[in-house]
């Protein structure tokens, strides 16, 4: 179908930015060097630096930087790793690929990042780690997570995949845990043209082993100390990132500024859903909640507003996970937030004009 308004649209970007990444696949195609080469080393630097840690490894996807650094960690069968309830799966079947339990905590209702004040009652004798998710591009309470994490010996490995750009106190998240996660989804604020992931770290030892274990097991070619994994970023997709990562802060500030004329227009009646202010994340993603959201995302539709529901159905309920013996009531806010959140359109490129047209219909729906 097609909208009037989508969720979200490429088309602006292109036109800013597509001539820049023509001429960059155009070098790309006659380098002849189409995998862990220079224009990966260069993003690795960049990337690094713009996070503020010593290294930066590009691996394949979201979903493979966690995974990976999970196993640097050591972490997998008998061991328990804590993570929000409300969260894209990913972050849960990265734990579950290594083998070790995914444990759930409730989030905040103001925020739907994790609570770190119901962070302790579930450590026991095997947890290993917390993986806090910046979600919607906002981060968690780090002071608190970390101070946990300290008192009990355990790792931290920051899901900043909604969240590049944003700090947490002055510190850029994917700065602050051991070892960090984050992906280059298209939909991402920093999308690359296809899958990607990188992962952030100050860890010398834990950035050898992940890079070892993205090319199978190996720091040298045909020596393979270890059972290893392809899951490198392809080099195109490292250029193309290059391309992007000059832009990132001028799209953040774009996208706050967007989300700043959503709050002109939307009354205070209706709740939205970050951590603090605007200014301190990154605006990922716009949501709003509404205790009659099916019937408004529908309403919406009608009027050829695209908007999408991040995330209908918590962790704990889904039916991946059914075999770990949760049930409904278990984590009432996580449960409460999927039944009520609503992503309204937000991209760089998106119109005053527009986003007034989008609130002016939940108001009236309202
Ligand atoms: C997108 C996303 C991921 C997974 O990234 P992929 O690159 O799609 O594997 C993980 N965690 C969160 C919070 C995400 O939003």
């Known amino acids: 179908m097609q909208y009037e308004i989508p969720f979200l649209d490429f088309t602006e970007i292109n036109k800013r930015i597509g001539k820049e990444l023509e001429d960059t696949f155009h070098s790309f195609l006659y380098a002849n060097n189409y995998i862990l080469g220079d224009q990966l080393e260069y993003f690795e630097k960049e990337y690094a630096m713009y996070t503020q840690v010593a290294y930066s490894i590009g691996v394949s996807s979201g979903l493979s930087a966690i995974e990976l650094s999970l196993r640097a960690l050591g972490i997998g069968p008998e061991d328990e790793v804590i993570l929000p309830a409300f969260t894209f799966i990913a972050t849960a079947l990265a734990v ?19 609570d770190s004040t119901k962070i302790e009652a579930v450590i026991t004798t095997k947890t290993k780690a917390i993986i806090p998710v910046h979600l919607y591009g906002f981060a968690c309470d780090m002071d608190a997570i970390t101070r946990i994490a300290e008192g009990h010996g355990l790792y931290v490995i920051e899901d900043n995949a909604q969240a590049q750009g944003a700090t947490c106190k002055g510190k850029r998240t994917g700065s602050i845990g051991h070892i960090n996660a984050t992906s280059f989804y298209p939909v991402k604020n920093l999308g690359a043209l296809g899958d990607g992931g990188a992962i952030t770290t100050n860890d010398d030892t834990l950035a050898e ?25 392809d080099e195109l997709q490292a250029a193309f990132l290059r391309v992007k990562l000059k832009y990132l802060d001028h799209w953040g500030l774009e996208r706050q500024q967007l989300a700043n004329i959503y709050d002109k227009y939307l009354p205070e009646t209706i709740h939205k859903v970050r951590k603090g202010n605007v200014a301190d994340g990154v605006s990922h993603l716009y949501v709003i909640r509404h205790n009659d959201r099916d019937h408004l995302q529908a309403h919406l539709k009608r009027e050829g507003i695209q908007t ?20 409904n009531g278990d984590f009432p806010i996580a449960e409460r937030l999927s ?8 991209y760089p490129g998106l119109s005053e004009d527009k986003i007034q047209r989008v609130c002016e219909i939940i108001i009236a729906h309202h």
Do not use: M, T, W
């Open 96 to 114: 579950s690929h290594v083998g070790a339990k995914p444990v759930f905590v409730d989030v905040e209702e103001e925020s739907g990042c994790i």
């Open 209 to 233: 082993k992940v890079k070892s274990l993205r090319n199978y097991g190996s720091s040298e070619k045909y020596r393979h100390q270890e059972i290893g994994f392809n899951a490198r970023l």
């Open 308 to 327: 999408l529901i991040h995330y209908p159905i918590p962790i704990h309920l889904q039916e991946a996970y059914h075999f770990l013996g949760y049930k």
């Open 339 to 346: 039944k009520e959140v609503l992503s309204l359109p937000l």
